[in-house]
């Protein structure tokens, strides 16, 4: 019987394991984030970021009327890393930021720098 006892407490923890990783599986594919116009960056579109699935990701940009912006759509891959996300463009642009809750925060890390704050839709 202390076998048997033994045997199930060294499985209990590969069964919650189990469990656990997949609650942290990536849960941005099929979502939408945006980021609306500010006073701050008055020139930027409302922009949309579209994850189609668990590595890429389109970023949708529409005018001040809401009217997608026809031919300027782009497309990255991203990873997550815990909150941590990294976008990589097409031209080989980098984004990096957080996410936390229905937030996330992307850092534009060149001259002149910026944080993008988009919201899940």
Do not use: C, R
Not at 30 to 51: I, M, N, Q, R
Not at 73 to 90: N, P, Q, R
Not at 102 to 112: C, G, T
Request: negative net charge; charged residues 20%.
């Amino acid at each position: 019987m202390k076998k048997v006892i033994l045997v199930m407490v060294l499985i209990l923890p590969f069964v919650f394991q189990s469990f656990t990783d997949d609650e942290n599986k990536n849960t941005l594919a099929g979502t939408t984030w945006v980021y609306t116009y500010s006073a701050a960056v008055p020139e930027t579109p409302e922009t949309h970021l579209k994850f189609t699935d668990d590595k890429n990701v389109e970023t949708l940009y529409y005018d001040q009327t809401g009217k997608l912006i026809e031919g300027n759509t782009e497309h990255a891959t991203y990873v997550v890393s815990g909150s941590h996300i990294v976008f990589t463009y097409d031209d080989g642009t980098t984004y990096s930021g957080t996410i936390t809750g229905n937030k996330l925060l992307l850092v534009y890390d060149k001259e002149p720098a910026f944080t993008f704050s988009f919201v899940k839709n």
